[in-house]
């Protein structure tokens, strides 16, 4: 439940449908699943795999299988990430807050407004990592495990209801067409990047988020049965995700376009919810409540990886770790929050990134922290896996509590960690640089 709910967060619900709708509809949902079957889920078995064979960190997992200084730094570039990334990922977090109680007391609400009024967001965003510093603080069973095992079924109740309602609006047959009946001709090399790049966010390997979960299993436990119910879990809340939004869109608002990009779900929705009869409102608060959730549950693993290499590797007490860190991500939070108030600083800067024009201090994270080194520790890990260690070892560790991982899983596994992953992965690196041409964000 807890590396389930650090895989499902505001990547499903609020960046997935936005991504699909910007890439033709069901050709992206199809190409996204398969990215997430041959790629995503042999990434997240050798993360596992990782952490348990070590019981250990990111860096200390590294470390403790023998890898030098050079592969220890992609056990610190996951430390980083989840640190960097956990500050801007709490500004879009501290907008579910506000906009819980916006639909609660149904005042409407201009986004643009709201996103460049500093005195709503910057609070918003550090009252959401002091909710994650509260879980974290709890530690593993105390902290983690019990908030998962809370939230997790909260969230696919309130995904559940809402779903069940957008799908039984009159006229949304055709937001569902859209959805989920795939034109094939709308597939390109932007459109399987971005499915990747997805299936990555989504999926959170690359992160350091399941090292240091499976650094917690026991040896007995069926690293293939969780990896699956992980891979399903979250590939489920996206696919829901979806359905809660674009059936609602094209049945209530059939003239706003599904590409509205990241403001989709807070633009768009809270007019959807309006005209949804009886109780649009409480609907409202619920799915941004839902998202709240969805937030949470991946912030306090963002937080426990850096927590954890503090712990492990600087023998700070969870207390200090967790404080430190936290404190330390609320001022780095603050620049990505100011960074949608058009005119300052934050706002303006930027950075041409092999022809990349990148703008604003929130995308430079997201680029930098959110998909450039993300994609860079997936290759670094799958090539450390694969070809610098004996990756019959880690295929071992997989069989482990798992005997039916035995002979052919044994040998896909093998091949696509060895060969498919960093082939792929390489092939998207070097799309970001523009070798094949402009180069296309993942």
């Not at 994650?132 to 079924?153: N, W």
């Not at 936290?326 to 780095?332: E, K, R, S």
Request: proline share 5%; charged share 10%; with cysteine.
């Amino acid at each position: 439940m807890a590396a389930g709910g650090s895989a499902v967060g505001l990547g499903n619900i609020w960046r997935f449908p936005y991504i699909t709708g910007q890439n033709g509809g069901g050709a992206f949902v199809f190409v996204y699943l398969v990215c997430v079957l041959l790629i995503g889920l042999p990434l997240l078995l050798n993360e596992i795999a990782l952490g348990r064979k070590s019981g250990k960190n990111p860096v200390g997992a590294i470390k403790e299988t023998g890898g030098n200084r050079f592969w220890q730094s992609s056990g610190v570039l996951c430390v980083v990430v989840c640190f960097a990334v956990l500050s801007y990922y709490s500004v879009i977090a501290g907008w579910t807050i506000g906009y819980i109680f916006t639909e609660l007391i149904n005042i409407p609400v201009d986004f643009e407004v709201f996103i460049q009024t500093p005195l709503y967001v910057v609070p918003l965003c550090i009252v959401f990592i002091l909710l994650t510093i509260s879980v974290v603080l709890g530690g593993i069973s105390g902290g983690i495990e019990k908030a998962a095992k809370f939230l997790m079924p909260i969230l696919f109740l309130i995904i559940l209801l809402i779903a069940a309602r957008a799908v039984t609006l009159p006229g949304a047959s055709k937001g569902i067409e859209y959805y989920l009946s795939p034109d094939f001709s709308k597939i390109n090399g932007k459109v399987i990047l971005s499915a990747l790049g997805q299936a990555f966010f989504s999926l959170s390997v690359g992160w350091g988020l399941m090292i240091t979960f499976g650094s917690y299993l026991p040896k007995g436990n069926n690293i293939i049965k969780s990896s699956l119910w992980i891979a399903g879990m979250d590939s489920t809340v996206a696919l829901m995700g979806g359905l809660m939004i674009f059936p609602a869109l094209f049945a209530l608002l059939p003239g706003v376009s599904p590409d509205e990009g990241p403001a989709l779900v807070f633009n768009v929705l809270p007019r959807v919810f309006d005209q949804i009869e009886p109780f649009g409102n409480i609907i409202g608060g619920l799915f941004f409540l839902l998202l709240l959730v969805a937030a949470l549950t991946s912030s306090i693993s963002m937080l426990e990886v850096p927590v954890a290499y503090f712990i492990d590797e600087r023998k700070w007490s969870r207390k200090k770790a967790t404080w430190t860190l936290g404190i330390a991500a609320m001022f780095l939070s603050i620049p990505s929050a100011l960074a949608s108030v058009k005119g300052n600083f934050f706002n303006l800067i930027h950075i041409d990134f092999f022809g990349n024009d990148i703008i604003g201090f929130f995308n430079l994270m997201d680029f930098f922290f959110g998909t450039l080194a993300i994609v860079i520790i997936c290759l670094m890990l799958s090539v450390y896996s694969g070809w610098i260690k004996n990756v019959k070892v880690f295929a071992t560790e997989l069989t482990i509590g798992a005997p039916a991982f035995e002979g052919f899983p044994r040998k896909a596994w093998i091949f696509f960690i060895k060969w498919i992953c960093p082939i792929v992965i390489i092939f998207v690196l070097l799309n970001m640089v523009g070798v094949f041409g402009a180069p296309e964000k993942v």
